[in-house]
């Protein structure tokens, strides 16, 4: 047989082609067989569902607060699960996305030894494992979840900064750089001389927060003086989500003075039984180990430089520290309640009509912040 230079060049072309469309097929497919989630069809409050297991626990379990019940996530052995969060959507076919801080551990002597870190994504509730990154900057706290609905996320790492990362970004771009968290922008000049600790990001899936996140805050005023205490705060970011463009303190201090110090913590954003916006979190007197668990109406109104709660109301008091979300009504607060080497426990606590008061005082003196609006 024979083939001429134009008829073996054609066939080089060809077979090249053939296998260029066979290698895009292939990886369509493992994409496909990923089944990431996609046209979502419902969105939750972003408390919706909430990790209830006790810290290094093999399996990680959830509360659904729409109708109280649990599901629980399947770990490989020798795999810990911790400060873990649902993105706040699903899609069509009811699937989810949960992102949270992995550990693999060995066991030595008796004794359980981390070997290796980083972040894991899973869908739910099949539980199929979709990605993990190894990583230093790991998780202090539940990530929460960008609201365009993507596999992005938010968090605050050990190093006082706030990171983000995106799972479909890291995948797709054959680049290092897209495997490692990136650091969210923030000018605090105008604000403190050195930069503040920021933790507990949480942002709500509200309407009218679609860039607003919310976070407890520790500020250095002076260069002799430590970090004060805790403060919950307000974020604002840019359109792209890189970069804080303003801030602001969301809690009242009672009577409008600091009073003795007290720490914030763990806060949580959602609608009430009206559609009123309701503020829940955490507060410890320097002076006591136990933490209040309150509750404070929140308003976003002309005339504000951002968000803005009310005075808080004590509706709950322990010494372990604790994750809480609204019912489904918005009626109850359920608070979950771990320590160290105890069983977590879940408490309902009904919310009064007096909690749920609209009157709100904002003191002159709450004047810090800064940015545009």
Same mark, same amino acid.
């Given at each position: 047989?024979?083939?001429?230079? $134009?008829?073996?060049?054609?066939?080089?072309?060809?077979?090249?082609?053939?296998?260029?469309?066979?290698?895009? =097929?292939?990886?369509?497919?493992?994409?496909?067989?990923?089944?990431?989630?996609?046209?979502?069809?419902?969105?939750?409050?972003?408390?919706?569902?909430?990790?209830?297991?006790?810290?290094?626990?093999?399996?990680?379990?959830?509360?659904?607060?729409?109708?109280?019940?649990?599901?629980?996530?399947?770990?490989?052995?020798?795999?810990?699960?911790?400060?873990?969060?649902?993105?706040?959507?699903?899609?069509?076919?009811?699937?989810?996305?949960?992102?949270?801080?992995?550990?693999?551990?060995?066991?030595?002597?008796?004794?359980?030894?981390?070997?290796?870190?980083?972040?894991?994504?899973?869908?739910?509730?099949?539980?199929?494992?979709?990605?993990?990154?190894?990583?230093?900057?790991?998780?202090?706290?539940?990530?929460?979840?960008?609201?365009?609905?993507?596999?992005?996320?938010?968090?605050?790492?050990?190093?006082?900064?706030?990171?983000?990362?995106?799972?479909?970004?890291?995948?797709?771009?054959?680049?290092?750089?897209?495997?490692?968290?990136?650091?969210?922008?923030?000018?605090?000049?105008?604000?403190?001389?050195?930069?503040?600790?920021?933790?507990?990001?949480?942002?709500?899936?509200?309407?009218?927060?679609?860039?607003?996140?919310?976070?407890? =805050?520790?500020?250095?005023?002076?260069?002799?003086?430590?970090?004060?205490?805790?403060?919950?705060?307000?974020?604002?970011?840019?359109?792209?989500?890189?970069?804080?463009?303003?801030?602001?303190?969301?809690?009242?201090?009672?009577?409008?003075? *600091?009073?003795?110090?007290?720490?914030?913590?763990?806060?949580?954003? *959602?609608?009430?039984?009206?559609?009123?916006?309701?503020?829940?979190?955490?507060?410890?007197?320097?002076?006591?180990?136990?933490?209040?668990?309150?509750?404070?109406?929140?308003?976003?109104?002309?005339?504000?430089?951002?968000?803005?709660?009310?005075?808080?109301?004590?509706?709950?008091?322990?010494?372990?520290?604790? $994750?809480?979300?609204?019912?489904?009504?918005?009626?109850?607060?359920?608070?979950?309640?771990?320590?160290?080497?105890?069983?977590?426990?879940?408490?309902?606590?009904?919310?009064?009509?007096?909690?749920?008061?609209?009157?709100?005082?904002?003191?002159?003196?709450?004047?810090?912040?800064?940015?545009?609006?």
């Amino acid at each position: 047989m024979r083939i001429t230079l $134009n008829g073996l060049i054609r066939l080089t072309v060809a077979t090249g082609l053939a296998l260029f469309s066979l290698c895009a =097929l292939i990886g369509q497919a493992g994409r496909r067989d990923r089944e990431w989630p996609s046209e979502f069809a419902a969105h939750f409050p972003a408390s919706a569902f909430v990790h209830v297991n006790a810290p290094g626990e093999p399996v990680s379990k959830f509360l659904d607060v729409r109708d109280g019940s649990e599901f629980r996530l399947g770990l490989e052995p020798g795999e810990r699960l911790d400060a873990a969060s649902c993105s706040p959507w699903e899609d069509q076919a009811g699937r989810r996305l949960l992102v949270g801080r992995y550990t693999a551990i060995e066991v030595e002597s008796g004794e359980a030894i981390g070997q290796e870190f980083g972040m894991a994504l899973y869908r739910i509730p099949d539980g199929k494992s979709l990605a993990r990154i190894k990583t230093d900057l790991l998780p202090v706290a539940p990530p929460c979840w960008y609201p365009d609905a993507t596999a992005r996320v938010l968090f605050a790492a050990g190093d006082g900064l706030l990171h983000q990362f995106d799972f479909v970004d890291a995948e797709e771009r054959d680049d290092e750089a897209a495997t490692k968290p990136r650091a969210i922008a923030w000018d605090w000049s105008e604000l403190w001389p050195f930069p503040p600790i920021v933790s507990g990001p949480y942002w709500p899936a509200l309407s009218g927060f679609e860039r607003t996140l919310i976070v407890s =805050l520790n500020a250095r005023p002076e260069e002799k003086a430590d970090y004060g205490p805790s403060q919950i705060w307000w974020l604002r970011l840019d359109a792209a989500g890189d970069r804080v463009v303003a801030a602001g303190r969301l809690t009242t201090p009672v009577g409008g003075r *600091e009073g003795p110090r007290l720490d914030e913590q763990r806060a949580v954003l *959602e609608q009430g039984p009206g559609g009123e916006l309701l503020l829940l979190y955490q507060v410890r007197r320097e002076d006591d180990a136990s933490w209040e668990l309150r509750v404070a109406p929140v308003e976003i109104g002309t005339g504000f430089d951002g968000p803005r709660a009310g005075v808080g109301h004590v509706i709950d008091q322990d010494k372990r520290v604790g $994750n809480h979300a609204l019912t489904a009504d918005g009626t109850a607060v359920f608070t979950i309640l771990r320590c160290w080497g105890k069983a977590t426990e879940v408490r309902k606590v009904p919310l009064t009509p007096r909690w749920l008061a609209r009157g709100l005082a904002f003191p002159d003196c709450l004047s810090d912040s800064f940015g545009p609006l």
